[in-house]
T-cell receptor, first 113, second 111 residues
């Protein structure tokens, strides 16, 4: 069974440019999470989806961040415009439901210069 | 004050040593406690999961929770070079709620 797939693995952009990350969860997993992990820190939840509904997005900086999960499968996280402080690893995770174990992808390492 | 505090290390031990990793927390409502292992440039993977106070053992790994002290530990016996990774504690008030991660402890096991 394939795990959570994220792309790209690495992205370097200039500040004020837009960037998008893509996540394909494990087949059959209804719950999808986006986390941000700063260097030397633990992951912090940005948004959680139950199917296509965003049920917890209180930590998402909505002025520049947006996310979508059309059809309740793949998800995209976007930043526009990016700032230097957005440099981090963006992790996607999925679980069968909100009570089950979450499996993480390898993450997208974003560097904003 | 952060919800979860974890000594970032780094921790370096010889192969075969017993390793003790710890986290403290401030929220007395936390009931679910997890330990994740994260290899370099990989996502975290769940290692141990415990509910409320007590011990849980899985092979060379033992997780302990002391809710009265708001303190959790992960012990690794007979540590191996393959255990070299960052270990993250995480906890939540209930299943399905947001869980909060510690900063992670970097462990290196020297052959």
């Amino acid at each position: 069974e394939a795990g959570v797939v994220q792309s790209p693995r690495y992205k370097i952009i200039e500040k004020k440019q837009p960037v998008a990350f893509w996540c394909n969860p494990i087949s059959g997993h209804n719950t999808l999470y986006w986390y941000r992990q700063n260097l030397g820190q633990g992951p912090e939840l940005l948004i959680r989806y139950e199917n296509e509904e965003a049920v917890d997005d209180s930590q998402l900086p909505k002025d520049r961040f947006s996310a979508e999960r059309l059809k309740g499968v793949d998800s995209t996280l976007k930043i526009q415009p990016a700032e230097l402080g957005d440099s981090a690893v963006y992790l996607c995770a999925s679980s069968r439901d909100r009570l089950s174990e979450a499996f993480f992808g390898q993450g997208t390492r974003l560097t904003v210069v | 004050q952060k919800e979860v505090e974890q000594d970032p290390g780094p921790l370096s031990v010889p192969e075969g040593a017993i390793v003790s990793l710890n986290c403290t927390y401030s929220n007395s409502a936390f009931q679910y406690f997890m330990w994740y292992r994260q290899y370099s440039r990989k996502g975290p993977e769940l290692l141990m999961y415990t509910y409320s106070s007590g011990n849980k053992e899985d092979g060379r790994f033992t997780a302990q929770v002391d809710k009265s002290s708001k303190y959790i530990s992960l012990f690794i016996r007979d540590s191996q070079p393959s255990d070299s990774a960052t270990y993250l504690c995480a906890m939540s008030e209930s299943t399905g709620n947001q869980f909060y991660f510690g900063t992670g402890t970097s462990l290196t096991v020297i052959p």
